[in-house]
Every structure is written in structure tokens, then in C-alpha cells.
T-cell receptor
């Protein structure tokens, strides 16, 4: 049972480059989210989706795009990488909203922008 | 906006000592969840509390939800080195229509043998 799979696990980008962080879940969860984790800042919500074709912005969306064409996949795109985007990125999924369900997290992508 | 605050930010204990982390929300929560993140790992769900005044136990871990449903605590009795990690509380985020979680900044626990 794979759960939530994120790729790549590590990435180094040069300033101005673009890339896509992949996230896939095999639990048929409707809700998916992207968080970034920085030292002392906890987990901050970037974008989220409540189902295929539906996405919305979180607390820190600038510089990131998302799309949700299928239930399984929720990629995060960095349009033009900046050093401020150096962080650990986590994708999470849950069966429904937060009412009574736990969130499952991927292993994370550790991104460095130089 | 909605905020979830956790204290302390960091605690270093000797193995066998007790540990408590506290979580406070600026708004009333329908439920609160706790997660543990091992060093270099990802957050893993521990428990969810729903009822006012609820207390749940998992072996040496005791979780409590306040009567007003605005605060919560996690207490670990007789810590072990396997308890090392960062503990996060999280509540439904009103900014996303309660579709996502808003996390406290976490309490990092270090246990020395």
C-alpha cells in the first residue's frame, strides 16, 4: 500500500528555473494539499484541492501553481524558482475534509534553490 | 485570522522524565489532531479529539481537549529515546472552509539517554 508518493525526494535548482513536484495517492482521497515546512515556521499551506478539477490557494501561494486533473495526482509547479522557495515540501491527502479524517503525508521533497 | 499556537517550541529531557506540549487556538475547534514527525521524516497522525473535555490515552501518551475546545495538550510519561521528534497539533482551517488543517509550529522533543 503506497499511500502518498512524492517525487523527487531531493532537488537542487538554480534561480529562475522551473520544475514540477509530483504527488500521487492511491487511496481514492478527494482532498489533497501542499504544505511547505521551514525551520521554526511549522507547516504552511500553499494550495489545496477538494476534488478533481477544483483547486484553491492557501496561506503562501505566490510563485506556485497547481492543477488537479485526476483524483490521484496533484502536482505543484514552481514557475521561476527563488532562494526563498528553499524548503521541504509535503503533499497530504485525506478522505474528506478535516471533520473526522486524518491526513496522510508523503515523504517530502527537499528543495534547494541556489 | 485563525491561529494555532504551541508551547514550548523546544524541550530537552532526560530519558524517564515526563514531557508536555500545549496547544492553543484563537478560535473554537470542531476537533483537534496531533501529529508526530521524526527527524528527517514526515508528519504521522497520532490521534484526533472531538469532544469537549475529551481525554485519550495511547500507552504512555495522554491527549486532552479543553472544555472550551480551544486548547489541547499532549503529555508523555517516562519519555524514551524513541519519543524524539516534533509534535504538531492541528485544527480545521476556517480560511479553507475547513477543508485543510492549520498547524501549530510544533514542539521539538529531544530525549537524552
Amino acid at each position: 500500500n503506497a499511500g502518498v508518493t512524492q517525487t523527487p525526494k531531493f532537488q537542487v535548482l538554480k534561480t529562475g528555473q522551473s520544475m514540477t513536484l509530483q504527488c500521487a495517492q492511491d487511496m481514492n482521497h478527494e482532498y489533497m494539499s501542499w504544505y511547505r515546512q521551514d525551520p521554526g515556521m511549522g507547516l504552511r499551506l500553499i494550495h489545496y484541492s477538494v476534488g478533481a478539477g477544483i483547486t484553491d490557494q492557501g496561506e503562501v501561494p505566490n510563485g506556485y501553481n497547481v492543477s488537479r486533473s485526476t483524483t490521484e495526482d496533484f502536482p505543484l509547479r514552481l514557475l521561476s524558482a527563488a532562494p526563498s522557495q528553499t524548503s521541504v515540501y509535503f503533499c497530504a491527502s485525506s478522505a474528506a475534509g478535516t471533520a473526522n479524517t486524518e491526513a496522510f503525508f508523503g515523504q517530502g521533497t527537499r528543495l534547494t534553490v541556489v | 485570522g485563525q491561529q494555532v499556537m504551541q508551547i514550548p517550541q523546544y524541550q530537552h529531557v532526560q530519558e524517564g522524565e515526563d514531557f508536555t506540549t500545549y496547544c492553543n487556538s484563537s478560535t473554537t475547534l470542531s476537533n483537534i489532531q496531533w501529529y508526530k514527525q521524526r527527524p528527517g521524516g514526515h508528519p504521522v497522525f497520532l490521534i484526533q479529539l472531538v469532544k469537549s473535555g475529551e481525554v485519550k490515552k495511547q500507552k504512555r501518551l495522554t491527549f486532552q481537549f479543553g472544555e472550551a475546545k480551544k486548547n489541547s495538550s499532549l503529555h508523555i510519561t517516562a519519555t524514551q529515546t524513541t519519543d524524539v521528534g516534533t509534535y504538531f497539533c492541528a485544527g480545521p482551517d476556517s480560511n479553507s472552509g475547513y477543508s485543510t488543517l492549520t498547524f501549530g509550529k510544533g514542539t521539538m522533543l529531544l530525549v537524552s539517554p
